[in-house]
C-alpha cells in the first residue's frame, strides 16, 4: 500500500537521549516535513525537504536536525531530548506536480520525553 | 503576525447540518485547505479552496471569501463516524502552510 511510514509509533524517552524518528514514503513526492501536534495548538513545522539533498528550517527547528540523502526518507533527529519535545510528531509529503499542494501524513509518532 | 482562528469545540446531532468556520490574517494568499482528523491518527485531506465561493464534495462542502478572510466547513446529513477534528490551513505568500488549532466535532445520537 503506497503511502508515509513512520517508526517507532509511540517512544518513552529518557531526557537527555538521542532520538532518531524514521520516515520513509513510496509514492516519489519531491516534498517532505516534519510536524509536531501538541494539544491547543496548529500543527508546527519543524523542517522540511523541498527535494533530496536539501532541506530546510520550519517554524520550531531548534533541538531538531534533519537529512535527505535520498528521496524515500526523511529521518528527525532530537540530539539531547528535553521534555519540551514531548509531542506527536508527524511526518508529510507533497508532490509539487499537484497544484493544491495536499499533504500525505504519516500515521504519526508519539514521542515522550522524561 | 499570521493567524488563524477556529472554533475549539462542537456538539451536533446526528443526521443534522454543523457549518465549522475558519478566520484568517495570514501574509498573502494561495490557497486554504481543510483536513480531517480522527483521534489518535493522520490528518486526510478534506477540500481546498483557492478561489472565492462553494466547493461541494458529496456530504462535505467548503465556502471561501478571500476579502473577507473566511472560509467553512459544512457538514451535511451528520453520522457517527464524522466525529473528529478539522483543522483550517492556509497557504501564505511564501507558500508555506499556517494551520488552525482544530476545531473538535462530536457528534451526539
Known amino acids: 500500500i503506497a503511502g508515509i511510514t513512520q517508526a517507532p509509533t509511540s517512544q518513552i524517552l529518557a531526557a537527555g537521549r538521542r532520538m532518531t524518528l524514521r520516515c520513509t514514503q513510496d509514492?516519489?513526492?519531491?516534498?517532505m516535513y516534519w510536524y509536531r501536534q501538541d494539544l491547543g495548538l496548529g500543527l508546527r513545522l519543524i523542517h522540511y525537504?523541498?527535494?533530496?539533498?536539501?532541506?530546510g528550517k520550519g517554524e520550531v527547528p531548534d533541538g531538531y536536525s534533519v537529512s535527505r540523502a535520498n528521496t524515500d526518507d526523511f529521518p528527525l533527529t532530537l540530539a539531547s531530548a528535553v521534555p519540551s519535545q514531548t509531542s506527536v510528531y508527524f511526518c508529510?509529503?507533497?508532490?509539487?506536480?499537484?497544484?493544491?499542494?495536499?499533504?500525505?501524513f504519516g500515521e504519526g509518532s508519539r514521542l515522550t520525553v522524561l | 503576525g499570521q493567524n488563524i482562528d477556529q472554533p475549539t469545540e462542537m456538539t451536533a446531532t446526528e443526521g443534522a447540518i454543523v457549518q465549522i468556520n475558519c478566520t484568517y490574517q495570514?501574509?498573502?494568499?494561495?490557497?486554504l485547505f481543510w483536513y480531517q482528523q480522527h483521534a489518535g491518527e493522520a490528518p486526510t485531506f478534506l477540500s481546498y479552496?483557492?478561489l472565492d465561493g462553494l466547493e461541494e464534495k458529496g456530504r462535505f462542502s467548503s465556502f471561501l471569501s478571500r476579502s473577507k478572510g473566511y472560509s467553512y466547513l459544512l457538514l451535511k446529513e451528520l453520522q457517527m463516524k464524522d466525529s473528529a477534528s478539522y483543522l483550517c490551513?492556509?497557504?501564505?505568500?511564501?507558500?508555506?502552510?499556517?494551520w488552525g488549532a482544530g476545531t473538535k466535532l462530536i457528534i451526539k445520537p
Open positions: 508529510a509529503s507533497s508532490d509539487p506536480r499537484d497544484s493544491s499542494g495536499e499533504l500525505f
Open positions: 509514492m516519489r513526492h519531491n516534498a
Open positions: 525537504s523541498n527535494t533530496a539533498g536539501t532541506t
Open positions: 495570514t501574509s498573502g494568499f494561495n490557497g
Open positions: 479552496n483557492v
Open positions: 490551513a492556509v497557504v501564505d505568500s511564501n507558500y508555506q502552510l499556517i
